[in-house]
């Protein structure tokens, strides 16, 4: 015969090892609210180090179009620091780009809308070969929809296509001496860099700002409320 006692001891410790105990309710893993990473500290940095790259190439090519920037002047110590601030630069900025892309993605879960790519594709989509010409771009529109209202949802990204369009472009060699501006994961601006290049590079940093301004200032980088599942606010660019 089974003791009443120890049966009910036994559910007892059944009961609170498979959740947590509140008054008469076990809340699970699902009760949870989704993962939030803080975006907005993180978009500053970024921020401001795509604002210096940006202003750096735009001095690069002032200095080109006032004749400063011909082909002897440009091999002298000037153009190496130049040149050699950007580099350094831009890696910090990739680095850094790429921590708030990854919590963006994390928080992009929680917003009701379906994201296409699995979180690893948030490194491995820049580095590998063919995937890296349309993954990040993929998972840019999945977080910017993620913080739009459900009716704007299906509306074209422009600002993210504007980024990515010009992004892939700055990888593009205009003339038979030139050299792109973008050529790989990270961009490497040389001697050699043609303007074109360049100037697409530089248009693809100040979509990038408004865009991580945007996120990050928007719903995927509030808080979801627990009581509405939902931000009280919707980022300033809808479209």
């Known amino acids: 015969m ?15 090892r498979s959740g947590r105990c509140y008054g ?6 699902r009760d949870q609210p989704p993962e939030f990473l803080p975006l907005r500290g993180l978009a500053n940095f ?8 940006v202003a750096a190439i735009a001095a690069k090519l002032a ?11 440009w091999h002298g110590l000037a153009e190496g620091q130049l040149n050699s ?13 790429v921590v708030w892309f990854r919590r963006a993605r994390i928080n992009a879960d929680g917003h009701g809308y379906p994201q296409r790519r699995a979180l690893g594709w948030t490194f491995w989509g820049w580095v590998v070969p063919i995937i890296n010409l349309w993954f990040p771009f993929q998972i840019m529109g999945d977080i910017w929809r993620a913080g739009l209202p459900p009716q704007r ?36 601006i ?38 509405a599942g939902a931000p009280a606010a919707w980022p300033l660019f809808e479209s």
């Open 190 to 227: 040389g001697g050699g860099t043609d303007a074109g290049s360049l100037s697409l590079l530089a248009v693809a940093g100040v979509a990038l700002i408004a865009i991580i301004r945007t996120v990050s200032g928007g719903p995927v980088g509030s808080p979801l409320r627990p009581d």
């Open 2 to 16: 089974v003791d009443p006692q120890a049966a009910a001891a036994g559910a007892t410790g059944l009961y609170r």
């Open 153 to 188: 949802r299906r509306q074209t990204a422009w600002l993210p296509l504007l980024w990515w369009t010009c992004w892939l472009a700055s990888g593009l060699s205009f003339g038979a001496r030139a050299a792109a501006a973008n050529a790989g994961p990270i961009p490497h």
């Open 24 to 29: 008469a309710s076990v809340v699970s893993d």
């Open 46 to 53: 970024v921020t401001v180090l795509l604002a210096g790259v």
């Open 63 to 73: 200095l080109r179009q006032f004749g400063l920037g011909n082909v002897h002047l």
């Open 85 to 97: 601030a950007i580099n350094i630069a831009i890696v910090g900025t990739a680095i850094l780009f």
